[in-house]
């Protein structure tokens, strides 16, 4: 099976890059729901004028539109995802898996991929997807290798390589969302996760990047997800500089291509706590960049004390425009530049006084980018050009003939040479690679004819080859509306389920290898992680049928609940913000259903129905975090339940542990609990002790003001 290897675009510029280094495909976004609105991003020509070009050099493109849609915004979704079709995406990504089966069952023709931010992390969630029409998944990013392998045989996988880690698991982020009101949902995240923070446990006490994942790089370890059946290997990127792009496309593409592959060019790209190999692998002690946020570079020498200056010794060859940063005792101390070359080595200026011993790291290679940004891959043809007087012009390539409209005339002093032509006809535009053959005889045009009929013959030659496909017009698309609300119940989520005071009780345990039953509540419901693995299910399928369904933060609680014949609370990471999803959820099996927390009183409103709950108080879940902050120093652990987070304003965040079926995961909650209204049926959290009752500075969250 040939394996795909899929490069970011920002913008158009970016785009060709990436094709040119050797992508396979890439991946943008549109103007609107895109999960990185702060890309350049694309409007209907630039998208139609970069499908073109990628299409000539046999590549692909697809199309995020991959953030949450509000009830009032599905109506131009679907009106985007049409004109992106037309407009030649080969494929949409979202992360509605609701709304994508309505978008399927519109416009069939339409290739869809499940975003990673739909969670998808196990067979029950490719099942779905595939059921609802879609082709490939986007694997979360924690998805464990050996259920990669399980899900590539169910349906197509794309795993991310290289790039950027978010620290939550996808689509379970609200932090910014709650701290800032740009939600990460919305492709507006402001990444508290990169900021400051302190945890009380000995150790940890001291004010660090407490959240901060260094950049994936699974370098050689590509073989592995090969194997294991993944077809497309996806670089992040959108936001990132045409040379990062360029040298991760080249290095993937060598590895892939079984070539010699060096590293050198993308570690001084961008580097960000010199790479992990993320988690699909098992967590590694290089997880988090805990000391140095941003770029890190390449480590080329330390730094002595010579001839009055600072003197780096080494190998690398450095020059003016070169740039540094200065690492001291593993943290950044500031930064340097070339000043002039030695013997062994090369001489420091720095604003700041450097000490012998600080670490050097390039950080910025003077003359990388004119290196990089070189395309290497083009479409070649050949082509031959016949321009005799007193006949028509013609050009020829691949079986195609392109005849001019008016006879060529006759030379009158100095004909037209061989030589001309094939110049200019070798000025194609990128990005053709044409090798030209001449003809003409007795035959005169001026350079701005000859410039007028080789653009002609391009034009007409790429729409030879790229024959315009059918486009759709627009389908009706109708939209069912909510049934009508049922009995007013309440619900509560707790650990502690025998003193819970509600009709239905979401036991979240501890431990899912110690899950006891509750005896209280009219119906018991086991909660169940975002993360949901064949290891966890080994640990909860002998007791789930001792409850009356399932609570999962995931589109995958639909089908395992359809495996074990119980009920269905499809919870909060669901994410639900239209009356499609809602729907959708409820025709899928849902018996209950909590709305996005993300949305205002009047939104949630909007989307009540028989089983629809809200989030109205208690602690407010905004990330949920797949690893160990502690870095597995589990020797050393005190294992304690709950711990603080705190920022750098103060704010202080309950960091709340349960055991699952690879060791210790983590919830992180918002700094002030949850008090607020709603028509529906109320929820609460009560997962974090102090956030029970009527807890102090309580927050409305979103119910005056949406997410944006």
Known sequence: MKRELLAPAGGEKSAKIALQAGADAIYLGLKEFSAREGAENFDACALERTARFAHLLGARVYVCLNTLVKDGETARFFECARLTYNAGADGILLQDIFLGKVLHEAYPQIELHLSTQAGCCNVYGALLAREYGFKRVVLARETPIAEIKKISEIIETEAF?????????????????????????????????????????????????????????????????AEAGVTSFKIEGRLRREEYVASAVRYYRNLIDGKKADRTDLTRAFNRGDYTEGLAFGQKKDFLSRSVQGHIGERVGVVSLKEGGYFCAGSYNARKGDGFKILRGGKEAGGASFLRAGKGGFFLASSIKLRAGDEVRLTTEAGAGERLLQPVRFRKADVSVRIVGGELPEARSEGF??????????????????????????????????????????????????????????????????????????????????????????????????????????????DLKRIAPPKRGKEKYLW????????????????????DGIYTEGSYGVKLAEKYGVSLFAGAGFNLTNRFAVVGAVQAGAKYYVVSKELSRAEQNALNGNGAFALQEGGISVMELCYCPFEKTCKSCDKRDEYTLTDEEGRKFPLVRYSAGEGCRFELYNCAPLACESELCPLADLTVARFTGKSAGATSGHANRSML
Do not use: M, W
């Open 161 to 225: 390589v290289q790039g950027a880690l978010c620290t939550c698991f996808s689509g379970q982020c609200y932090l910014s969302s709650f701290a800032g009101n740009n939600s990460g949902n919305r492709g507006r995240c402001k990444q508290p996760c990169r900021k400051r923070y302190r945890i009380d446990r000995s150790g940890f006490e001291n004010e660090v990047y407490a959240l901060s994942t260094s950049d994936l790089c699974v370098g050689k370890r590509i073989g592995e997800l």
């Open 401 to 510: 003939t392109f005849t001019g409209r008016e006879p060529v005339p006759f030379a009158r002093n100095a004909p037209l040479t061989k030589e001309e032509i094939e110049e200019n006809f070798q000025k194609a535009e990128e990005p053709f690679l044409p090798r030209v053959q001449a003809e003409t005889k007795n035959a005169f045009l001026p350079k701005s004819a000859l410039n007028a009929f080789r653009r002609e013959f391009y034009e007409a030659f790429t729409a030879h080859l790229l024959p315009a496909r059918e486009r759709f017009a627009d389908a009706e698309i109708s939209r069912a509306d909510c049934t009508s609300a049922g009995e007013k119940k309440k619900a509560v989520v707790t650990r502690d389920p025998e003193g819970a005071d509600a009709d239905i009780v979401v036991y979240k345990p501890r």
């Open 528 to 547: 169940l992680p975002p993360l949901f693995t064949e290891a966890d299910e080994k640990l909860v399928a002998e007791s789930i049928g001792a409850f």
